[in-house]
Every structure is written in C-alpha cells, then in structure tokens.
C-alpha cells in the first residue's frame, strides 16, 4: 500500500519540531548552568556535591535566590560600619590573650552585622544560604570558621585561621574589602603581631557570646 506523501511530511515536521525541542531545553540548560556558576562560582561546585545531582542543586541555588529576593537586605548605616569597625579591633586584640573567645565573639560580630542588615535569623546553614547569594566570593570562609566554632578540639593554629576566615568575612559585609587573598593576608598579619597566641587549654570551652555584649 502506498504512503500518502503528505503523512511523510508531516511525520518529518514532527520530527524536526521535536529536535528543535530538545535543541532548545539544552540550550536553555546550559544558559541556567553557566549563569549559575558565573553567579555563585564555588558554591555552585559546593552545592552539587552535597545534592549529588547537578539539576537538584541549581534548583536549590535558584530558589535561594528567590527567597532573598523577598528579603529587605540594606547596606549598614555609617555609623554601624563605625561602631563594627571598633568592635571587631577590639576581638582581634583580644585574640592574642584569649584566642578561642575571640573567635567566638568574631562570629557572633558577623552574625549581628548580618542581623542589622536584614538577613533573618536562623541555624547557620540558612544564614550561609541567604549570604551564598549576595557575597558568594567568601560564603566559604564563613563555613570554614564556623567548623572551627564548632570544634572543641580545635588548635591555636585553627583559632588562627579560623579569625582569618573571619576577617575576610567582616570586611566583605562591612564594604572595605577590594581583594580576598590581600585582605587575607592583612589578617594575618594582624592575628600574629605582638606576640605568639597562648596554647587553647584543653578544658577551655568555646564561649559565644552576643555582638551586644562586647565591651565598647
């Protein structure tokens, strides 16, 4: 039996349409994945290894951003950056007699700059999403102090690094910072100077206490 020519074309249109489909979802596809990774580079990276799976991970680094769209984030008064810029000397100074409460009150610093400027308070995890959004250049030196935090074994040395992480961290919500690895390298600076640290006793617990409660 002859086939009618015209259900042969029809069939290679359908044919084409579908091609153009698929042409166009992975083009699409590829246009989200790149806007993604130019818009949170290495969390974009983090992001896929904790979900396992590329498209699950930019689902969740979109709806990120979608939510703190919904957020009134607001740069800090001058002022605020004054009165920051005075308590975060006094934690640096602070580091080389007391390096673990430094520490500690250098992330409760950063938590309550992030609380005047809008971001909702909540576990660390979601206070490190709403951040990956709008300064994703140093989400992870928020994650790594944090471990440090965390860690009831850390060294003098974490302390150490852990306050640089920090500092970059600060200087980021507070506006100065120009360079990641120069300002990095300002800390370091300024943690080693004057005299070594003193050895963080093995019974010495981490003490958070409130940016509030730091002495002016």
Same mark, same amino acid.
């Given at each position: 039996?002859?086939?009618?020519?015209?259900?042969?074309?029809?069939?290679?249109?359908?044919?084409?349409?579908?091609?153009?489909?698929?042409?166009?979802?992975?083009?699409?596809?590829?246009?989200?994945?790149?806007?993604?990774?130019?818009?949170?580079?290495?969390?974009?990276?983090?992001?896929?290894?904790?979900?396992?799976? /590329?498209?699950?991970?930019?689902?969740?680094?979109?709806?990120?951003? +979608? +939510?703190?769209?919904?957020?009134?984030?607001?740069?800090?008064?001058?002022?605020?950056?004054?009165?920051?810029? /005075?308590?975060?000397? /006094?934690?640096?100074?602070?580091?080389?007699?007391?390096?673990?409460?430094?520490?500690?009150?250098?992330?409760?610093?950063?938590?309550?700059?992030?609380?005047?400027?809008?971001?909702?308070?909540?576990?660390?995890?979601?206070?490190?999403?709403?951040?990956?959004?709008?300064?994703?250049?140093?989400?992870?030196?928020?994650?790594?102090?944090?471990?440090?935090?965390?860690?009831?074994?850390?060294?003098?040395?974490?302390? /150490?690094?852990?306050?640089?992480?920090?500092?970059?961290?600060?200087?980021?919500?507070?506006?100065?910072?120009?360079?990641?690895?120069?300002?990095?390298?300002?800390?370091?600076?300024?943690?080693?100077?004057?005299?070594?640290?003193?050895?963080?006793?093995?019974?010495?617990?981490?003490?958070?206490?409130?940016?509030?409660?730091?002495?002016?």
């Amino acid at each position: 039996m002859a086939i009618d020519p015209q259900w042969i074309w029809i069939a290679l249109l359908a044919v084409a349409v579908l091609v153009a489909i698929v042409l166009i979802a992975a083009g699409a596809r590829r246009t989200r994945t790149s806007t993604l990774k130019s818009k949170f580079g290495k969390e974009y990276d983090h992001v896929v290894r904790t979900t396992g799976n /590329r498209r699950r991970a930019e689902d969740a680094l979109i709806a990120r951003a +979608e +939510e703190v769209k919904a957020l009134e984030i607001r740069p800090l008064s001058a002022s605020d950056r004054e009165r920051y810029r /005075r308590d975060w000397n /006094r934690v640096e100074q602070r580091f080389v007699e007391r390096p673990t409460t430094a520490v500690a009150e250098a992330d409760e610093v950063v938590a309550d700059v992030m609380r005047v400027m809008g971001y909702p308070m909540g576990d660390f995890d979601k206070h490190a999403a709403h951040l990956s959004v709008t300064h994703p250049r140093v989400i992870e030196h928020y994650r790594s102090g944090h471990r440090v935090i965390t860690n009831t074994n850390a060294s003098t040395e974490d302390l /150490r690094q852990a306050m640089l992480h920090y500092r970059a961290l600060f200087e980021e919500l507070i506006g100065e910072r120009t360079d990641v690895a120069t300002d990095v390298r300002r800390a370091s600076e300024v943690a080693t100077s004057s005299s070594q640290p003193r050895a963080r006793r093995d019974d010495e617990p981490i003490e958070p206490r409130s940016g509030r409660d730091i002495d002016h």
